[in-house]
């Protein structure tokens, strides 16, 4: 919904994998006149929960690795598109310490590989190493790390799966939540009360900065009828 933030951050590939009603109509716009755009003109999740939809965000990472030549000291960001990134607080914790930075859950959980906790599929950021690793991988693989999660009933939500097939490739976590401060009120950020980080809008809103409004979806148009972005 609020991508452009990063353009304004100096990202320089975005693939928009269209989910329809879910795009700001201005971040739209300045996608298809950005060349280095990958827009797949499909529903690409079904329930966000079942493993085809995991093994489809797979085949959009290599199609990422194939078009933009991911090599591996650069970083390939995961964001929900209904989420903001305020400044470059996070961007500094992509550092060569680390290969997968997010949101991650807590409490951790038992798994094969030990306790462990995903990272929240609205932001998740791999290595490109990791992600050369990850799209490398065989249908026994795939198969091990289906028969591990089922193993300790978890679930096949995309975002589980990526987290936990990147740990089980060795790949080193650092968790947002306990770097940078996410409890910042996304209104008292647009309304210059306070400086946030990072949003993610997903909550069934019906009123926003003092204005009504019919859900998360309308929030964009909001800040822009405002100039508040």
């Keep these: 919904m609020l991508n452009k933030s990063l353009h304004k951050l100096g990202v320089k590939h975005l693939i928009y994998f269209d989910e329809g009603q879910y795009i700001d109509p201005f971040v739209k716009k300045e ?3 950005t060349n280095a755009v990958i827009r797949y003109k499909k529903n690409y999740f079904g329930g966000h929960a079942g493993w085809a939809d995991a093994m489809q965000k797979i085949e959009g990472y290599k199609e990422a690795v194939k078009v933009f030549d991911i090599k591996d000291s650069d970083w390939l960001i995961d964001m929900d598109d209904d989420t903001y990134m305020c400044n470059d ?25 030990g306790l462990f906790g995903h990272m929240s599929g609205a932001l998740l ?21 289906g028969e591990e999660l089922n193993k300790y009933n978890h679930c096949h939500m995309w975002d589980v799966v990526v987290s936990y097939s990147c740990a089980s490739l060795g790949a080193r976590q650092l968790n947002v939540s306990k770097e940078v401060d996410l409890n910042i009120s996304p209104e008292d950020h647009f309304l210059g009360k306070a400086e946030g980080n ?21 929030i964009p148009m909001l800040l822009h ?3 508040l972005i």
């Excluded at 060569?96 to 038992?110: A, M, R, T």
């Excluded at 690793?133 to 693989?141: A, H, R, Y």
């Excluded at 990072?198 to 309308?218: A, L, V």
Aim: no cysteine; hydrophobic share 35%; proline share 4%.
């Design 31 to 33: 996608l298809e006149e």
């Design 89 to 113: 607080s996070i961007l500094k914790l992509l550092t060569d310490d680390v290969d997968l930075v997010g949101i991650q859950h807590e409490p951790k959980y038992n798994t094969q590989i």
């Design 125 to 145: 950021s791999m290595r490109g190493k990791v992600v050369l690793d990850l799209v490398s991988q065989s249908d026994l693989f795939w198969g091990r790390i």
């Design 198 to 218: 990072f949003f993610h809008f997903n909550s069934p809103y019906k009123e926003f900065i003092g204005e009504p409004i019919n859900g998360k979806h309308d």
């Design 225 to 227: 009828s405002k100039n």
